[in-house]
Each structure stands twice: as C-alpha cells, then as structure tokens.
C-alpha cells in the first residue's frame, strides 16, 4: 500500500539548485571581504540567480494524495481529481491529459536519448499495467529510472487503485478548471530582483 501523499521530486534538481545558491553564497561573501564597494552593486543580480534556480529546479515537484495530482511548476501549482484524469503521457515530460486539459510537470522530463540508452535494459519490470502500450512495450519516457518514469509509476499506481476500486465510474466535477495556486510570492521575489539588478548595474 502506498503512503497517502507521495512528493515526487528529481535528486538532479535538488544537486543543481544546492549547487547554483551556494556559488551565489560564496561568491557574495567573498566578493564583500575582498571588494565591498564594487561586490554590492551585484548582490541583487546573485540574488536573483539565487532564487530562480531554487524555483525552478528546488521547489517543483509531483505530489500524489487520495484525491488527485498536484502538479508544482515554477509559477503556479495546479490540483487535478483522479476523476478527471484521462491519460497519462510522458513524451516530453509527465503530462496528464484531463477534462480540463493537458498539464505537464516541469519536474519530471523525459530523457534524452542518450539517458534513455543507458536504463533501457531491464528497465520495464514490474510497472504499472497502464503503462504498457501495444505488445507490451514501453515508452522511453516510462522507463523506471527516468525522471518523468519514475513519476509516472507513481501516478498511474494511484489512479489504478481508484479506477479498480470504482471511483472513477461516475464522475462528477465541483469546478470548470482546476484549482490553480499561482506562487505569487515567488513571482513578487523575482520580480523586485530583477528590477533592483538592473536598477544597481546601471548606477
């Protein structure tokens, strides 16, 4: 049995956001001990550099719970219901394909060619059965090991169970559109910096 929320999100990420803020971290402090004066006029540019790399490979994410997906982008978190969930696609990133529409996940893309060499082999055991196309293949994209695979499986073990469980027989929708959640402080963050950048290199 799966836990009852599940956050998908890629180690890559996570090891490029940690490594871009604390370059910024010690670029900043070793640029104020050697050079104050010339080092400030760059603190919001470094700041900048900063927070976009935590909101864009940090903070999205994939996250599974009983009543549906949530897909964390960089900008905005949409709640999709397992009833509306039609298809699930992983060409170019996770996608689920909805009776709202179609929402891929900025945190799980698919490989590249030359990842998806490398987990071909003994890659496709054991995965859901919705995974399986014609003749029991498996897109490149579903490959376990994979970032958008990997969040995939997740996906699709849930909305198995409720799909055999009955839930998604008769279903009915409270809204239009999804629940959208736009990261208004982030965008307010990224915002400021950017206009105080350009406001501080142009003095």
Known sequence: MVADVVEFRPGFGRWVAGGVVVLCLVGAVTGLVDDASTTLPYLPLLALVAVGAWAAYWRPAVIVTPAGVEIRNVLRTVE????????????????????????????????????????????????????????????????????????????????????????LDDPRFERERPRVRWHTGTIAALAILLVASVAALAL
Not at 81 to 101: K, M
Not at 129 to 141: A, D, E, L
Not at 161 to 166: K, Q, T, V, Y
């Open 80 to 167: 999709i219901p397992w009833p509306a969930v039609q298809e699930i696609g992983t060409q170019y990133a996770l996608t689920l394909r909805t009776v709202y529409g179609s929402y891929s996940a900025w945190a799980a893309p698919a490989p590249s060619a030359v990842r998806t060499g490398r987990t071909q082999a003994g890659a496709d055991k054991n995965l859901p059965s919705s995974t399986y196309g014609p003749g029991g293949g498996v897109r490149p994209g579903d490959l376990a090991g994979t970032d958008s695979g990997d969040a995939a499986a997740i996906v699709r073990q849930r909305w198995e169970e409720a799909r055999d469980a009955g839930l």
